[in-house]
């Protein structure tokens, strides 16, 4: 059992040692109450102040955003761009960490996308100055003002950092997202390696397999790095990607390729 309190707050949080590794659930010790919490239940999580960054960034490691940034920071030198002049869309943002690293690397122009409220709220709560816009919004439900209202932001690259595969944004809502972005846009994104597989269950694997092959993704950069540890302390290996788009992505791509 590893237990710790975070810095001046007044919960503590436990992770108890997991029979099943992916069960990735903790305890929140907060007024003398115990509540297990799953980390996948963000509407939860991101209501207690600070307390996905703890659990997500400290005690966990998570170093899949820092990882995300640098490899955008990285691709924009070698293509000749100028990160700070930029229109980024970071998918799946969350209470914006991924944000701020890119407001830190002098970005202005980045808009958070996420489909559940209690992400926006948070930012707003805690990095209130990070996004020059916070849509609320899933691709995965055929929004077309969604879709027109992104289309509009003229995004040059779209960052996915840990919220792709697993559950997170469908492969279809991803094609969408893709198909938003303008001229031969950058897509940096972060995925376990294991959704990556050909073999893979994970219906994203067969979708960006098809982008690729088909030729509407090119790979710029793939690398393995350690994106955080597992509740028993064990490393998770995730890809950094870095893909350049080309012509527009067939909306039929997703179920054409068993997703
Ligand atoms: C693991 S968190 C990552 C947050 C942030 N990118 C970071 O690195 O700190 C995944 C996020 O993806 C969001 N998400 C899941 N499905 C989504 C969808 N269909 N559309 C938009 N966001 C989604 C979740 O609400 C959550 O905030």
């Not at 469908?170 to 050909?198: C, D, K, S, Y």
């Not at 509740?231 to 039929?252: F, S």
């Amino acid at each position: 059992m590893i237990e710790d309190t975070a810095g001046g707050t007044p919960w503590v949080v436990e992770l108890p040692e997991q029979a099943q590794p992916y069960d990735e659930r903790f305890i929140l010790v907060h007024e003398g109450k115990r509540e297990e919490i799953h980390l996948h239940d963000y509407a939860r999580v991101y209501s207690v102040p600070g307390l996905y960054e703890y659990v997500v960034q400290d005690l966990l490691q998570c170093k899949s955003p820092a990882v995300a940034v640098r490899a955008t920071s990285a691709a924009a030198k070698e293509l000749h761009l100028d990160i700070k002049t930029l229109r980024i869309l970071d998918l799946g943002a969350g209470v914006g960490v991924v944000g701020e690293l890119l407001h830190d690397a002098g970005v202005s122009a980045v808009v958070g996308l996420d489909n559940i409220v209690e992400a926006r709220t948070a930012c707003d709560r805690d990095r209130p100055t990070v996004y020059e816009d916070y849509i609320v919004g899933d691709l995965g439900r055929s929004d077309s003002a969604l879709v027109e209202r992104l289309a509009a932001g003229q995004f040059e690259v779209l960052m996915c950092v840990g919220a792709i595969g697993g559950g997170h944004v469908p492969p279809a809502a991803f094609i969408q997202a893709v198909n938003t972005l303008i001229g031969a846009a950058l897509i940096v994104m972060t995925v376990h390696e294991r959704w990556l597989e050909a073999d893979s269950r994970d219906p994203f694997s067969a979708t960006l397999h098809a982008m690729i092959n088909e030729g509407y993704l090119e790979v710029l950069k793939s690398s393995s790095f350690r994106h955080r540890l597992d509740m028993a302390g064990a490393p998770i290996t995730y890809r950094v990607l870095v893909l350049r788009r080309g012509a527009a992505v067939p909306a039929d791509l997703a179920s054409r390729s068993g997703a």
